[in-house]
T-cell receptor, first 109, second 113 residues
């Protein structure tokens, strides 16, 4: 099956630092999404980004579908950014949203 | 409704009992997905419904698991004869159509004792 790898698996930042999270997929996926899973387990939608670049406040994302990767940029990180970041893309004709392995982010004061 | 609603939020059950988990989708969303997340793990696909089409059940781990979606709206995930390894958070997501942006509910935390 299609594999979705995320890097780095773990990341510790000082508040105010910037970071880039990467999502690589082994085959073509459609309609990539980025989620933030907060410490309470809720999955929050960050971006729906099949291709191109989008920005929302301190976050932005870029997907290059032809090269099978997506990047999530976090600028001026805050403690509330802590949690797990997942990318996911539709495979199997749109029947299945396949999740990446996740990046565990901790932002410290 | 405003978002995907799941109930109950938490469920503790004894090994061997049956449980039903409910998902109320966002109004107008025709696609519905069930996922399972074990402690500290990623999300495991279970089943997918799209409109009136036959569901994609390829992710169900055993025949103890089943799901239905009545009238293209509310969905129920049933686990029969629960086992301790069924303990996990069960998440439901819905989207407007096949392959469009998916939104998740808050999940049901199932503990089998």
């Amino acid at each position: 099956g299609i594999q979705v790898e995320q890097s780095p698996p773990d990341l510790i930042l000082q508040e105010g630092a910037n970071s880039t999270l990467r999502c690589n997929f082994s085959d073509s996926v459609n309609n990539l999404q980025w989620f933030h899973q907060n410490p309470w387990g809720q999955l929050i939608n960050l971006f729906y980004i099949p291709s191109g670049t989008k920005q929302n406040g301190r976050l932005s994302a870029t997907t290059v579908a032809t090269e099978r990767y997506s990047l999530l940029y976090i600028s001026s990180s805050q403690t509330t950014d802590s949690g797990v970041y997942f990318c996911a893309g539709f495979t199997g004709g749109g029947n299945k949203l396949t999740f990446g392995t996740g990046t565990q982010l901790k932002v410290e004061l | 409704g405003a978002g995907v609603s799941q109930s109950p939020s938490n469920k503790v059950t004894e090994k061997g009992k049956d449980v039903e988990l409910r998902c109320d989708p966002i109004s107008g969303h025709t696609a519905l997905y069930w996922y399972r997340q074990s402690l500290g793990q990623g999300l495991e696909f279970l089943i997918y419904f799209q409109g009136n089409s036959a569901p994609d059940k390829s992710g169900l781990p055993s025949d103890r698991f089943s799901a239905e979606r009545t009238g293209g709206s509310v969905s129920t995930l049933t686990i029969q004869r629960t086992q301790q390894e069924d303990s996990a958070v069960y998440l439901c997501a819905t989207s407007y159509g096949q392959g469009t942006e998916a939104f998740f509910g808050q999940g049901t935390r199932l503990t089998v004792v």
